[in-house]
């Protein structure tokens, strides 16, 4: 089976603070994605990795920034947290080639920034 | 640019109830759509995937249908259990080739009452 890990279930931050969250593949995926989830918004794409090093802006990528230094880690990264940012975070990943793969989630990083 | 809504956004059933929950989607160039399912503060799990060329994919107790030229997906759960409670959500993807474009619907949460 897919597992999807991430480094923490529930964060809390202060305003201002830099934070990251971290998402773990074991099976060898190219793909990896982050989103984020907010009632009433459904999942909204901030960042995708087709590969080691490579990444692509998603739909609100503004805020955020992500690191792939090897393939089955892609970090999420917030430079200055800030309240607007307090969401469910939730990662995927997905094997390359077809584009029309399907994605694995990870079960979230509730993040609350007060 | 694609959207997805689903209807209804709630939906309470009596135990052993046959159900059907809707998805449309406005562009019908579509690659595949996936249905998951998320459990209260947890991340999605995948249920079904139909690829653009079929008509429907059967799990179990679970059916999606998809008709492109319409705009539609239909996922028909049998004989509903308690613990099929949970928000089910729809995604497109829409036939650019890249793994980015995978588009969600704010899903419907469905209680099914013991």
């Known amino acids: 089976d897919v597992k999807v890990t991430q480094s923490s279930r529930y964060l809390v931050k202060r305003t201002g603070e830099k934070v990251f969250l971290e998402c773990v593949q074991d099976?060898?995926?190219?793909?990896m994605f982050w989103y984020r989830q907010d009632p009433g918004l459904g999942l909204r794409l901030i960042y995708f990795?087709?590969?080691?090093?490579?990444?692509e802006k998603g739909d609100i990528p503004e805020g955020y920034s992500v690191s792939r230094e090897k393939k089955e880690r892609f970090s999420l990264i917030l430079e200055s947290a800030s309240t607007n940012q307090t969401s469910m975070y939730l990662c995927?990943?997905?094997?390359?080639?077809?584009?029309?793969?399907?994605?694995?989630f990870g079960p979230g990083t509730r993040l609350t920034v007060t | 640019k694609q959207e997805v809504t689903q209807i209804p956004a709630a939906l309470s059933v009596p135990e052993g109830e046959n159900l059907v929950l809707n998805c449309s989607f406005t562009?019908?160039?579509?690659?595949?759509l996936q249905w998951f399912r998320q459990d209260p503060g947890k991340g999605l799990t995948s249920l079904l995937l139909?690829?653009?060329?079929?008509r429907e994919q059967t799990s179990g107790r679970l059916n999606a249908s998809l008709d492109k030229s319409s705009g539609r997906s239909t996922l028909y759960i049998a004989a509903s259990q308690p613990g099929d409670s949970a928000t089910y959500l729809c995604?497109?993807?829409?036939?650019?080739?890249?793994?980015?474009?995978?588009?969600f619907g704010s899903g419907t949460q469905l209680t099914v009452l013991p």
């Open positions: 099976m060898d995926h190219e793909n």
């Open positions: 139909i690829q653009s060329s079929q």
């Open positions: 990795s087709y590969d080691v090093k490579m990444k």
């Open positions: 995604a497109v993807r829409i036939s650019s080739g890249s793994a980015r474009q995978l588009t």
């Open positions: 995927a990943s997905s094997p390359g080639g077809q584009p029309g793969n399907e994605q694995y």
């Open positions: 562009d019908s160039a579509i690659y595949n």
